[in-house]
């Protein structure tokens, strides 16, 4: 994910940062506890798409 991306994109729910999650390839909103995938190589900023982070998720 190159940084100068993350730093222009931004939460389509709550218009909040994003951070990117190298491991599972997500951006993390932590404001709204959703995780927005990659499809080849392209973030789906996509409410429906994105997966509500767990509990453990949340308080990292």
Do not use: S, W
Request: proline residues 5%; aromatic residues 6%; hydrophobic residues 35%.
């Amino acid at each position: 994910m190159d940084h100068r991306l993350l730093e222009i994109v931004a939460c389509p729910v709550c218009n909040g940062r994003l951070y990117f999650n190298k491991e599972k390839q997500e951006l993390i909103c932590k404001t709204d506890g959703l995780a927005y995938p990659f499809r080849d190589g392209i973030p789906v900023l996509l409410e429906t798409e994105a997966r509500t982070l767990t509990v453990d998720e949340k308080t990292q």
